[in-house]
């Protein structure tokens, strides 16, 4: 079992920044990946980026050059350094952890509870 606890959301003005954090523990073996992904009210939940153990990172194109995602392998702490917010990044953004072979998940998704992030206009 993994459990993950998501940290770091509120409110911001278009344009600030904030820092998302994600906290995993229990069963962390490598080779896994970890990401955030965000759901907006009547919205699909949506890939925002992923890092892997290797740190090896991906993108949605609506955050390429204004997010970053990074993780701390000996915190077992992933971070999302959001800049240049827009209303639209406004949703409940989630952290998610799963272990992979070739590229082909293995076991199942973890999930935290959610954080909240509103970006006003």
């Known amino acids: 079992q993994v459990q993950l606890v998501e940290s770091g959301g509120g409110l911001v003005q278009a344009g600030g920044s904030l820092r998302l954090s994600c906290a995993a523990s229990?069963?962390?073996?490598?080779?896994?990946?970890m990401g955030w992904y965000r759901q907006a009210p009547g919205k699909q939940r949506e890939l925002v980026a992923t890092?892997?153990?290797?740190?090896?990172?991906n993108y949605a194109d609506s955050v390429k050059g204004r997010f970053t995602i990074s993780r701390d392998n000996a915190k077992n702490t992933m971070y999302l350094q959001m800049n240049s917010l827009k209303p639209e990044d406004t949703a409940v953004y989630y952290c998610n952890f799963y272990r992979f072979m070739r590229t082909i998940r293995i076991g199942p998704d973890y999930w935290g509870q959610g954080t909240q992030v509103t970006v006003s206009s």
């Open positions: 890092i892997t153990s290797e740190y090896v990172t």
């Open positions: 229990g069963s962390i073996f490598s080779p896994n990946a």
